[in-house]
């Protein structure tokens, strides 16, 4: 069975700074990775993911991850911290069948100090 | 392009009351579809998916039912809401596979007093 786990429910950088959330998850599979962020009372907007291939994946807002394997990791880094990256970020890990169902990790809140 | 739809937006209902959330998806054909649940300060909770019509799968034992009655509609019911279902409701959809991006409704925020 899968599973994610998302070290730090509250993390807070300053503008400009590195940001750097982790992943780590559980899969008995090759997994699809996935990185979501949610702003205040919306949606899930994908930042980006991981199927096969590179392992350093790209996304929106200058947001990237890298998938390692031996470490059953996906980490999201961002160089720069913009006010505008203040959100709530999920990983999730897909079951990888026909129904796609994604398995999310609780959420790390991020807060970007001016 | 493919948009997705959840109505109402926001939703205060009292205690014993029915509940009926709607969502629906334009620019595709046949999709999974998600319900979700996301309590406060706590991650998302699949309640139900659907792979077509009239075929729901729960995840969950509760209080809610899913239907969905055409292609693109998929609805969140409920005949007596509990206190406990409070929270924000996000719908999604995705083509088939395992790769496939879930792509998220606006979702609805309920309250139930």
């Known amino acids: 069975a899968q599973s994610v786990t998302q070290l730090g429910s509250h993390v807070s950088v300053s503008e400009g700074a590195l940001v750097l959330l982790r992943c780590n998850y559980s899969?008995?599979?090759?997994?699809?990775l996935f990185w979501y962020v949610q702003y205040p009372n919306q949606g899930l907007q994908l930042l980006l993911k991981?199927?096969?291939?590179?392992?350093l994946v790209k996304g929106i807002n200058g947001f990237e991850a890298e998938f390692k394997k031996s470490e059953t990791s996906f980490h999201l880094t961002k160089p720069s911290a913009h006010m505008s990256d203040a959100a709530e970020y999920f990983c999730?890990?897909?079951?990888?069948?026909?129904?796609?169902?994604?398995?999310f990790g609780t959420g790390t809140l991020l807060a970007v100090q001016p | 392009s493919q948009t997705i739809h959840q109505w109402p937006a926001t939703l205060v209902q009292p205690v014993g009351s029915p509940l009926s959330l709607e969502c629906t998806v334009e620019?595709?054909?046949?999709?999974?579809l998600y319900w979700y649940r996301q309590a406060a300060g706590r991650g998302l909770q699949l309640l139900f998916y659907?792979?077509?019509?009239?075929?729901i799968s729960s995840e969950v034992p509760q209080n809610l039912s899913a239907s969905r009655p055409q292609d693109r509609q998929f609805i969140l019911s409920s005949k007596k809401l509990l206190l406990s279902d409070s929270g924000f409701y996000l719908c999604?959809?995705?083509?088939?596979?395992?790769?496939?991006?879930?792509?998220f409704g606006p979702g609805t925020r309920l309250l139930v007093l």
């Open positions: 899969s008995s599979v090759p997994p699809y």
């Open positions: 991981y199927t096969t291939g590179a392992t």
């Open positions: 999730a890990v897909s079951d990888g069948g026909a129904t796609n169902k994604l398995i």
């Open positions: 999604a959809w995705a083509k088939r596979g395992g790769s496939e991006t879930q792509y």
């Open positions: 620019g595709t054909s046949n999709p999974n």
């Open positions: 659907s792979v077509g019509i009239g075929q």
